[in-house]
Nanobody, 121 residues
Framework: QVQLVESGGGLVQAGDSWRLTCAAS????????MAWLRQAPGKEREFVAS????????YYGDPVKGRFSISRDNAKNTVYLQMNSLKPEDTAVYYC??????????????WGQGTQVTVSS
């Protein structure tokens, strides 16, 4: 079993940078592919980024390419999402997940509770 807890959500200004953190616990957490997904009100959940167990092999959703960066520190069982040049359309609940990348989709086996990020214009 893997438990995931996100933190770092808040209200930010357009153009700002912000970082989200996901703390993972569980025996196999460091061996799993980790991802961030987000869901805005009235919209379907959207893939943001994922990273392989060794910190390499990253994938990004088209809306965040070049602006967001995912990384992990297995010694701390932590995954980060660095968000730069934030836009109002980045406003969403951001979820941390562990699972598998299937093409452009991520299939999460474990999920955090989510953290709200609101970007004001």
């Amino acid at each position: 079993q893997v438990q995931l807890v996100e933190s770092g959500g808040g209200l930010v200004q357009a153009g700002d940078s912000w970082r989200l953190t996901c703390a993972a616990s569980g025996r196999t957490a460091s061996s799993l592919r980790m991802a961030w997904l987000r869901q805005a009100p009235g919209k379907e959940r959207e893939f943001v980024a994922s990273v392989g167990w060794n910190g390499v092999n990253t994938y990004y959703g088209d809306p965040v390419k070049g602006r967001f960066s995912i990384s992990r520190d297995n010694a701390k069982n932590t995954v980060y999402l660095q968000m730069n040049s934030l836009k109002p359309e980045d406003t969403a609940v951001y979820y941390c997940a562990a699972g598998a990348q299937v093409g452009r989709d991520f299939r999460g086996s474990y999920w955090g509770q989510g953290t709200q990020v609101t970007v004001s214009s």
